[in-house]
C-alpha cells in the first residue's frame, strides 16, 4: 500500500499555504489539495520534489501540473457539490481527484494510451473513482454523456474546440488555456444556444492538447 506519512501531509500542508499567499481563495479548492497525496501520482525519483509549486514530467510526453494552476484552474471552474464535469486531459490522474474530493462527477478522456492505463489502475488503487475514464480524442468531448456544467481543458489548446461549447449546459462553463508556445487562461460561459461571454485570466504554459492522430488538427 501506497505511504502518505506525516512528513508527506506536513510537505502538503506548506504547500497549500504557498498556493494560499499566491492568491488561490477558494476553501474547497485549497481542502483538496491539501488531502490528495501528490507525490503517489509521481514517479519515486521525484518524491523530494511532490510538495514544491512546480510540474514535474509523468512519461508520454505529458507533466503533472503545478498546484497552482490546478488550483487556478478549478476555482475559476466554481465547483458545487454534484456538478458534472467533463475533463479533457486525465494525465496523471491529479486534477481528477481534486474534483472529486470536491464532490464533482468527473468524466475524464486521456488521449495517451500508456498514461490512460497508468492512470486508471493508480486511480483505483487510491479509491478515487471518474464517473467515466476514457481512451480518446479530447477535441470531441463525450458527446454520449453531454450535457456538462463544468468543462476543464489541462492542455493547451491551439483553438476552442466547438465540440465542447455544444456539450456544456446553459449557465455552464469552460475553462480552456488557448494558445500555442503560451496560452491564455479562458474561461466560456453559456449563456444560451449559440450565446458565449468570454473573460481572460492570465497567462499559462502547458503541454499542447493532441488531437486524432488519424485525422490531424483543424
Known sequence: MEQDT???????RQLVEAI????????????????IPRH???????????????????????????????????ELLEIEKGDKVLEVG???GYQACVLIEMGAKVYTIERQRSLFMK??????RLNYHPKKMIYGDGYKGLPTYAPFDKVIVTAGAPYVPDALL???????????PVGVDTQVMKRIIKMGKGD????????????????DKANGLK
Request: aromatic fraction near 12%.
Open 6 to 12: 506525516f512528513r508527506h501531509k506536513g510537505m502538503r
Open 20 to 35: 494560499e499567499r499566491n492568491g488561490i481563495k477558494n476553501k474547497d479548492v485549497l481542502q483538496a489539495i491539501n488531502k
Open 40 to 74: 503517489l501520482f509521481m514517479d519515486s525519483s521525484f518524491l523530494e520534489f511532490a510538495y514544491e509549486d512546480k510540474p514535474f514530467p509523468i512519461g508520454a510526453g505529458q507533466t503533472i501540473s503545478q498546484p497552482y494552476t490546478v488550483a487556478f484552474q478549478t
Open 90 to 92: 486525465t494525465g496523471s
Open 119 to 124: 492512470t486508471k489502475e493508480l486511480l483505483a
Open 166 to 176: 455544444d456539450q456544456l449546459k446553459t449557465g455552464g462553463m469552460l475553462v480552456i
Open 196 to 211: 458565449f461571454k468570454e473573460e481572460e485570466h492570465g497567462l499559462f504554459q502547458f503541454v499542447p492538447l493532441l488531437g
